[in-house]
């Protein structure tokens, strides 16, 4: 890495950065690019805060979720979820943490729990997936794009995004997911609007199922990353 970054390159190495997963010699040559790039230099910083955000944002989820659990807990005589995990969580020693999180689950489980709560699977994919929406709409708003899409498909995009979206959102503990995993991977992508990712998954699920659904977020997908002729071929085809 040694030339400059090009717009397309530089989500790619600040995940790399932000992540320590660089070789010493590219983090030198990252580091000297920062210091000459000051848009580059207010990107790294921006992505900074959008993680820390979502780091927060997941870690309130926790506990209120785990504030939900005691209650129902609460009724069988078990100790507090919500106050171990605060003081588990502010222990910065991996192994502490690891012994406490052992001695709570030793702790309850010396108490009769006829009936334990079910861990809600389905809201903590919601939340990560949320999570991931922001980051991506964040990310957006901090460092705009070059695509330059027409009037008509801007204000779509930025004022009525959600009423394309054809797929069932709702969830909860007892909901059955009724869309396979490729199905569900690839709408979710085109719904966190992180069209370039869900291309090639609305791609497959068109010519392996003929998914109409698929084929006309893939359609859309075409025009917000800039081509908007190519996606108003797919449109037309379904119309």
Known sequence: MKKALKPDEQDIWINKYL????????????EQQLEGDDALHQRVEAMKEIQ??????????KKEM??????????????????????????????????????????QENNVVEMKPKPNYNRWLLVW????AVMVLVAVMVWPGEVKLSEEYAYLLDNEFETLIRHETKRSSEWIDPYTR????????FQGQQFKQAIP???????DERDSTAFGYLGYC???????KKGESILNQIQ
């Open 182 to 189: 490729e199905q569900r991977v690839a709408y979710d992508l």
């Open 201 to 207: 998954k609305l791609v497959k699920l068109w010519e």
């Open 129 to 132: 997936l949320s999570a991931a």
């Open 222 to 228: 075409y025009i917000f990353i800039g081509n908007e």
């Open 52 to 61: 820390a955000g979502i780091r927060q944002s997941v870690l309130n989820e």
């Open 19 to 30: 992540r320590d997963e660089m070789t010493e010699e590219e983090r030198k040559d990252f």
């Open 66 to 107: 785990m504030g939900e659990w005691d209650e129902e807990l609460d009724e069988e005589g078990s100790s507090s979820i919500a106050t171990d995990f605060a003081k588990a969580s502010s222990v910065k020693s991996e192994d502490t943490v690891g012994s406490q999180r052992s001695a709570v689950k030793s702790e």
